[in-house]
């Protein structure tokens, strides 16, 4: 736990070339589409990760893998795990490793559980938080529409199952949407959290094709404005991804739509596109463009903007709530 994280040195050039598989492209910002169809775009340099280990990063692992738990960090290719992991943070991915849905962004494996649960889940997890000392936790799960409440009983279980065995840890639920019935929303809002996080992911006019078609762009704005209404003492969190092809009028948009949804906290960060079956990459966000992002949430009145490269939905979460974040990140 006390081993410091390393936050790379970026630096952006104005019309800096960068060469694609397929040519040549010369931008201002960020990397455009510069290629052939078919074909992906070359990662920029600031899109390299240290790899991290290390005796912190070998006792999560070993902590989630003995106690049979998921994480989002291995199940969807997260590029942070290596550091986050070895920071002595993980997050929890319940109610097991395949999602009903089949969003083109997510590299989560896609199926039917039929009915699935693990029982021991609950206790798993709660001993988990307990070995890992963890004092902030993100559990966050798949989409389980083959179950009659979309598990949020069983996900409601597991958060006061860790609030018992941990009680001054604080816990943020990345939910899926429970296909919009708010009355599952409310069990898992009842169930003592913090933070209660459900991803729109991309602007209005990109949500079809990239997320599956049971999830919508109203649906999470009205799943999170409920949450606030419901529960004013908990915290509402969402994250889009950006260089799937949106405007800055939609970015500007979208933070609108959010804002009236009275969302506290929103996070911005580059798709990366798991493999060549799932959503092309349509540009390269610079990190300069990620720290004006930030600066207009901020001005659009967000308690908190966490924008950058490699920022995913749970990173940082902790920070998040002390005011300690790093506007550019790499």
């Keep these: 736990m006390s081993e410091p994280k390393l936050i790379p040195v970026v630096q952006v050039r104005s019309g800096e070339k960068f060469v694609t598989d397929r040519g040549v492209t010369a931008i201002k910002d960020g990397i455009k589409q510069g290629r052939e169809a078919g074909s992906r775009l070359a990662k920029p340099d600031w899109l390299r990760i240290r790899a991290r280990g290390g005796a912190t990063y070998e006792k999560v692992r070993d902590i989630v893998h003995e106690h049979r738990l998921a994480t989002v960090c291995e199940e969807a290719k997260c590029p942070n795990m290596s550091e986050c992991w070895s920071a002595g943070t993980a997050t929890i991915m319940l109610m097991g490793d395949v999602c009903t849905r089949a969003c083109r962004f997510c590299a989560v494996n896609t199926g039917n559980p039929r009915g699935w649960l693990d029982p021991q889940e609950p206790d798993n997890t709660a001993e988990s938080v307990a070995l890992m000392g963890l004092k902030y936790v993100v559990l966050t799960s798949v989409n389980r529409d083959d179950l009659p409440d979309g598990g949020a009983g069983h996900y409601a279980d597991c958060v006061r199952r860790v609030k018992e065995r941990n009680p001054e840890t604080a816990v943020e639920a990345l939910t899926p ?151 550019l990140q790499s």
């Design 177 to 327: 949407d429970f296909l919009g019935v708010l009355a599952d929303v409310e069990t898992v809002l009842d169930s003592g959290i913090e933070v209660f996080a459900q991803n729109v992911e991309t602007v209005r006019r990109l949500t079809h094709p990239v997320r599956d078609p049971r999830a919508g762009y109203e649906q999470t704005l009205a799943v999170l404005a409920h949450a606030k209404g419901y529960r004013p003492d908990v915290l509402t969190k969402t994250s889009l991804m950006l260089g799937l092809g949106e405007s800055d009028e939609e970015i500007l948009e979208a933070m609108d739509d959010l804002r009236r949804a009275q969302v506290d906290i929103l996070t911005l960060g580059q798709y990366l596109q798991p493999t060549a079956h799932h959503y092309p990459i349509d540009r390269y966000v610079s990190p300069r463009e990620f720290e004006r992002y930030r600066e207009w949430g901020l001005e659009k009145g967000f308690m908190e903007v966490v924008s950058g490269v490699f920022v995913r939905s749970s990173y940082r979460a902790e920070q998040v709530l002390q005011k300690n974040n790093v506007g």
